[in-house]
């Protein structure tokens, strides 16, 4: 009932920059978290960061100082500017939204099909 449309992934030189988006769209009340995620290949699912809907922001110790996370409450976006990229920033990114649906107010937890972000040394 919500879905989350990533993109903004590709190929970038180490040291170049990035702006990943999501969109949200469906049976959306509101908004709460948003966050994203990646996925390097043979690893885990780690987070890179997470916003609230007024603004607060987490961040991985990796992406610190190089990575800002910003949303757009009014158009359910959120965005993943990234600099200084490194090869080890290479995996599939995703996005993900927490809130509430229209209609009885049911808790939702949604996720993007991913986007690839490759980064040659």
């Known amino acids: 009932q919500v879905q989350l449309v990533e993109s903004g992934g590709g190929l970038v030189q180490a040291g170049g920059s990035l702006r990943l988006s999501c969109v949200a769209s469906?049976?959306?009340?509101?908004?709460?978290?948003m966050g994203w995620y990646r996925q390097a290949p043979g690893k885990q699912r780690e987070l890179v960061a997470t916003?609230?809907?007024?603004?607060?922001?987490n961040y991985a110790d990796s992406v610190k100082g190089r990575f800002t996370i910003f949303r757009d409450n009014v158009k359910n976006t959120v965005y993943l500017q990234m600099n200084s990229l490194k090869p080890e920033d290479t995996a599939v990114y995703y996005c993900?939204?927490?809130?509430?649906?229209?209609?009885?107010?049911?808790?939702?937890?949604?996720w993007g099909q991913g986007t690839q972000v490759t980064v040659s040394s």
């Open positions: 916003i609230t809907r007024h603004g607060s922001t």
């Open positions: 993900n939204a927490e809130g509430l649906l229209l209609g009885l107010g049911e808790d939702f937890g949604s």
């Open positions: 469906g049976s959306i009340f509101s908004i709460d978290d």
